[in-house]
């Protein structure tokens, strides 16, 4: 990780000493975050979260950008469950279940952008994260024999968690010559969310939808 962080930070450094024409413009939108597992038993749905934060655009040529970022990012998924369980002598049980891993993360993005317009570009690279926080929300009910038991609550799992998380991120987007700019982009895990996973790792995976803008133009 240490290693990936000091060449992000070199190529930015390369750049912004070189002739590069340099931009600034703040962000902020929507993510779809799950969690992606090859584990049999693994199931997560997406949930929605908020990103918000700043970039920097380094001209380079024309047609070439580099972009890197400094973004809050809320992740994590959620899971529900139901079923009926045999409590013995006879009796039936009910159950539910709903779990909400809520990640919150410092990413660190920096985008190699190709433009083939004026308005329209494309881009790819590394993100790297840090986990800023991690708490796991539950609830759950049980109903057997007309009698219901429930239970909720908050717990913090950031010991759990790795504290970097290093993604590779792909995407595109509008530029419109008021400032103004749309972005797509796509974040997927390169690395295990858990510190101590001894099954399949389980990775981020996080679509988001972007709205920014451009505050100087030069």
């Not at 930015?12 to 000493?17: G, K, V």
Request: net charge negative; no cysteine; glycine share 12%.
């Amino acid at each position: 990780m240490k290693k990936v962080l000091l060449s992000i930070f070199a190529v930015i450094a390369f750049a912004a000493t070189s002739n590069a024409q340099v931009n600034f413009g703040v962000k902020a939108g929507l993510n779809l975050a799950d969690l992606a597992s090859s584990e049999d038993e693994f199931e997560a749905d997406s949930k929605i979260g908020l990103h918000l934060g700043g970039y920097v655009e380094l001209s380079l040529s024309d047609k070439f950008a580099l972009q890197p970022e400094l973004v809050y990012s809320a992740q994590g998924a959620k899971s529900e469950f139901s079923g009926e369980e045999d409590l013995g002598g006879g009796i039936i049980g009910t159950y539910s279940e709903e779990y909400n891993l809520k990640l919150n993360y410092l990413n660190v993005p920096v985008l190699f952008k190709f433009k083939p317009s004026e308005s329209f570009y494309i881009g790819a690279g590394p993100q790297l994260g840090l986990l800023l926080s991690a708490n796991s929300e539950y609830d759950y009910t049980v109903t057997a024999s007309g009698i219901s038991v429930s239970d909720s609550g908050e717990e913090d799992v950031k010991d759990e968690m790795k504290g970097m998380d290093l993604s590779f991120a792909i995407g595109a987007g509008l530029e419109l010559e008021s400032g103004l700019n749309f972005g797509l982009r796509y974040n997927y895990g390169l690395s295990d969310v858990y510190d101590k996973n001894e099954g399949d790792a389980v990775r981020n995976s996080v679509l988001q939808f972007s709205v920014g803008f451009r505050l100087t133009n030069n």
